[in-house]
């Protein structure tokens, strides 16, 4: 069965940081862009960072110098590093992966990240 399982979002206060975990399941892992998004209720969900199987990667501008994706292709995982939360950081935040050749998209269920003091 193909999965992806976020992890790691909770409540922070401004200026915290936290990661989040992406875990693949049924997956070729070191083929697939792996990628971040968020969605805020009645929004459509938007890029935060993605890396690619060759690890280039990309960034929204408002994550630019505070958040960093990473992959452990070892572990079958990827991971957000955020720091320096804004409350306008809420939302929910999901992984998402592409096969390189087959195009086929996954998503996973979504972590909240909550920014608030």
């Known amino acids: 069965q193909v999965r992806l399982v976020e992890s790691g979002g909770g409540l922070v206060q401004p200026g915290g940081s936290l990661r989040l975990s992406c875990a693949a399941f049924?997956?070729?892992?070191?083929?697939?862009?792996l990628g971040w998004y968020r969605q805020t209720p009645g929004n459509q969900r938007e890029l935060v960072a993605s890396i690619t199987s060759l690890g280039d990667i990309t960034y929204a501008d408002f994550v630019k110098g505070r958040f960093t994706i990473s992959r452990d292709n070892a572990k079958l995982t990827v991971y957000l590093q955020m720091n320096n939360v804004k409350p306008e950081d809420t939302a929910v935040y999901y992984c998402k992966a592409e096969g390189k050749y087959t195009k086929s998209q996954r998503w996973g269920q979504g972590t909240q990240v909550t920014i608030s003091s």
């Open positions: 049924g997956i070729v892992f070191e083929t697939n862009t």
